[in-house]
């Protein structure tokens, strides 16, 4: 079965630090990849999602992350982090084909001064 | 923008009553979804539905049914609740058709204590 593991349950970085949180993914075949923020009290929103066009992917508020089959890994990166990015981010994954989407367990991202 | 609007923010119910969250989406998606989020293990599919009238179980179906009478309302019903199922419960639609490459889109959430 598919399955999504975000190594770090939390990340710490200081403002203006390179924020890097990681995804790892179990599949033979390049899945569907997304990235979601989940800020207090709110819903999930789209980041950027890899549907096998660019392995790197651009996305809102600055973040990018990088398909990278040899090591089934999609890790999100921003180069300088704000304040503002202080949140709660969830890893995801469809099959090719498929119906379910697969999220990880999340990373909370502090941020601080 | 696609909005999905989730008729309860906070919702404090007790042991043993029947409840019901309900779920609006705007954009005419056929696909919705419901799930529970709990710290540590992200989002756990309860129900989805690929269209009108149609569920399907996800993985923790238990305890758990659904309703889907119009294509933009997707209901939730605790039969009994208990107090394992409180949680935050989010709601969320897609657009169809497009083999899983299309995101999701998020409701604010209903945070469910069951007393």
Same mark, same amino acid.
């Given at each position: 079965a598919q399955s999504v593991t975000q190594l770090g349950s939390h990340v710490s970085v200081s403002e203006g630090a390179l924020v890097l949180l990681r995804c790892n993914y179990s599949s033979s075949v390049p899945p569907y990849l997304f990235w979601y923020v989940q800020y207090p009290n709110q819903g999930l929103q789209l980041l950027l999602k890899y549907?096998? =066009? =660019?392995t790197l992917v651009k996305g809102i508020n600055g973040f990018e992350a990088e398909f990278k089959k040899s090591e089934t890994s999609f890790h999100l990166t921003k180069p300088s982090a704000h304040m503002s990015d202080a949140a709660e981010y969830f890893c995801a994954v469809t099959e090719t084909g498929g119906f379910k989407t697969i999220f990880g367990a999340g990373t909370r991202l502090f941020v601080k001064a | 923008d696609v909005k999905v609007t989730q008729s309860s923010r906070y919702l404090v119910k007790r042991t043993g009553e029947k409840v019901f969250l309900e779920c609006v989406q705007d954009m005419d998606h056929e696909n919705m979804f419901w799930y529970r989020q709990d710290p540590g293990l992200g989002l756990r599919l309860i129900y989805f539905s690929y269209d009108v009238k149609m569920k399907e179980k996800g993985d923790i179906p238990e305890g758990y049914s659904v309703s889907r009478e119009k294509k933009e309302r997707f209901s939730l019903i605790l039969e009994s609740a208990s107090t394992n199922q409180t949680s935050m419960y989010l709601c969320a639609s897609r657009v169809a058709g497009t083999g899983g490459n299309q995101p999701q889109h998020f409701g604010d959430g209903t945070r469910l204590s069951i007393l």
């Open positions: 549907t096998s =066009a =660019a | -």
